[in-house]
Structure formats: C-alpha cells, structure tokens
C-alpha cells in the first residue's frame, strides 16, 4: 500500500496555465505560480495582491485511498488592517468556484470571508463542491482528481506603511483513508 | 519511513500492508493487529483485538508554504468501539501520541 500522491497546483492566466506541485504561495503584482518575492513586487497601501487559484491534485493513486477532509488556514501577521480573504469555510460553502482570470482588484469569488488564522476544526475546502463526503462518492478523491479552488487573495489597507512584512505560512491538510 | 500494518488472524495467518489491502481484514478473525516500523524495531506495538471494535487507518496529511514548502505525515492506527475513538498516532519523528481526537494534535511549523 502506498499513500497517494497529491500536489498543490494553480491556475493563473486567462489561458488557464496550470502549474503543478508549486512550492510557494507567495503573491505579487504578477498572475504567476511560485511567485519570487522582490522590491519589485511591493504594492502601495490600498491596493490588492493578485487572486490565488489553488487546488489539490491527487496525481497518482495505485491504491484507491481517500482523499476528504480538507482544510486550509494562514498563520502568521497581517500588517495594521490588511487583510486575507478566501472563498474557503466551514459553512455555508457555496460550492466549488469556477476558475476565472486571477485579478488583482478585489476578488469577485463568492462568499469570501477572512481567512482562519488557526485550523478550522472542519473541512473548509470541498471536493465535487462539498464538504461533506456522501456515500455514493462525492465530496472525496478515491482515484485521482481535483479538489475545488481555494482562492485567496491579500489587501494592503490605505493606513498600512510602507516597509517589509513578516511572512505568512498557509497550511493545506487533508486526510487520506487506507483502502 | 512509515510505520505499516500487520494483520495477524486467530488462526494464525497474517495479512501484511506491502500484499494486502486495508480493506481485505476480516476483522471477525483478528487477534492482534501490530504496528511495525522498520526503521525502529522498538517503536513498533501491539494492539491486541476485542470483538466489536471497528479498525482505523489513515494518514493525516499537512503540505505547508512558508519560506518554503514542508511536508508532515501523522500516521493514525486505532479503532472504534461503543462509539469512540482510540486513535495510536505517530508523529514524524517517529513518537507516538494516543488520543482520541487527532484534531487535539496541533502541527505547526
């Protein structure tokens, strides 16, 4: 038995660029996966970062294990009343979010809230547009797949100054059941 | 590496994780279910089988985005009986926690 092989992945462009197995989450003034962070990507007070469109790929899967359960939050500082937004949450999810050209106003992806700062106890990301597995399959990965878009995005507040901030560290957890 | 699975039957046949699907247990037929972790003979254990307990066995899974990415596995082994949860734990570093919510377990880097 061997566990599943599952990624992150974003989706940027309106060409639908998917890269797989990013390793960064870092945003920026650019719609690219893996963002490198420089002065050159610094964005003035009152302005937005660009969206993220991120999901979980399960790439391979030999054994039939399952895939539920997945959870997303941020850890770490905001600088003064900047905030992250996410169409990730516990309830009232309204279902898998269709992919549309990353932006960098404010998002338009329905029911944002702000993004957990801790675990949120519960699935807040969904799969087949639901947190909840059923028994006839939906809402998990038991072959290989997609989960739904975790998007997420940062807006710098207009009293926000000028300078470096502390990083953040976004988790992504999920469990996966022995088949 | 991580832990995995033996199933040893009353009648003495063993079912291993490397040939065998978690699911293929007859639970009705199991002894003893036992932990093995290769790399440290001596952390490997035992849980000796009760009628009506209901085996557990997944893997809670964290890919976290820092400065960099990091990947952390929980394996959980245990079983529910009357409604509860015994989960066995281990952790990356190859300790173990007993516990009967995973959730209690926090991982953060």
């Given at each position: 038995m061997t566990a599943a092989v599952v990624d992150i992945c974003e989706t940027n462009t309106v060409s639908v660029t998917v890269t797989d197995a990013i390793t960064s989450s870092n945003m920026g003034i650019t719609d690219t996966a893996n963002t490198t962070l420089t002065t050159a990507f610094a964005i003035p007070a009152d302005s937005y970062f660009y969206e993220k469109w991120q999901r979980l790929h399960v790439h391979t899967n030999a054994s039939g294990n399952t895939i539920q359960g997945i959870r997303v939050w941020c850890t770490g500082t905001l600088p003064g009343s900047d905030t992250h937004t996410t169409n990730a949450r516990t309830g009232s999810y309204a279902g898998a979010a269709s992919y549309s050209t990353p932006v960098i106003t404010q998002t338009a992806a329905a029911n944002r809230q702000t993004m957990p700062s801790s675990d949120p106890g519960a699935a807040n990301l969904g799969i087949g547009g639901t947190l909840t597995p059923?028994?006839?399959?939906?809402?998990?990965?038991?072959?290989?797949?997609?989960?739904?878009?975790?998007?997420?995005?940062?807006?710098?507040?207009?009293?926000?100054?000028?300078?470096?901030?502390?990083?953040?560290?976004?988790?992504?957890?999920?469990?996966?059941?022995?088949? | 590496?991580?832990?995995?699975?033996?199933?040893?039957?009353?009648?003495?046949?063993?079912?291993?994780?490397?040939?065998?699907?978690?699911?293929?247990?007859?639970?009705?037929?199991?002894?003893?279910?036992?932990?093995?972790?290769?790399?440290?003979?001596?952390?490997?254990?035992?849980?000796?089988?009760?009628?009506?307990?209901?085996?557990?066995?997944?893997?809670?899974?964290?890919?976290?985005?820092?400065?960099?990415?990091?990947?952390?596995?929980?394996?959980?082994?245990?079983?529910?009986?009357?409604?509860?949860?015994?989960?066995?734990?281990?952790?990356?570093?190859?300790?173990?926690?007993?516990?009967?919510?995973i959730d209690s377990i926090k991982v953060e880097i």
């Open positions: 059923t028994s006839n399959g939906v809402g998990l990965i038991s072959t290989t797949g997609y989960s739904d878009y975790m998007v997420h995005q940062i807006h710098v507040d207009s009293a926000t100054t000028a300078g470096p901030s502390s990083a953040l560290t976004l988790y992504f957890q999920y469990d996966e059941y022995s088949a | 590496m991580t832990p995995t699975w033996e199933a040893q039957y009353i009648d003495g046949t063993i079912l291993k994780e490397d040939t065998h699907k978690f699911r293929e247990i007859d639970q009705s037929k199991l002894a003893t279910f036992h932990i093995v972790d290769a790399d440290n003979p001596d952390r490997s254990f035992i849980l000796q089988w009760k009628e009506g307990r209901k085996l557990i066995h997944f893997w809670r899974h964290l890919i976290i985005h820092g400065v960099e990415e990091t990947r952390i596995t929980l394996t959980c082994f245990g079983y529910e009986e009357k409604g509860i949860k015994n989960l066995f734990v281990v952790m990356p570093d190859g300790g173990l926690i007993i516990t009967d919510d």
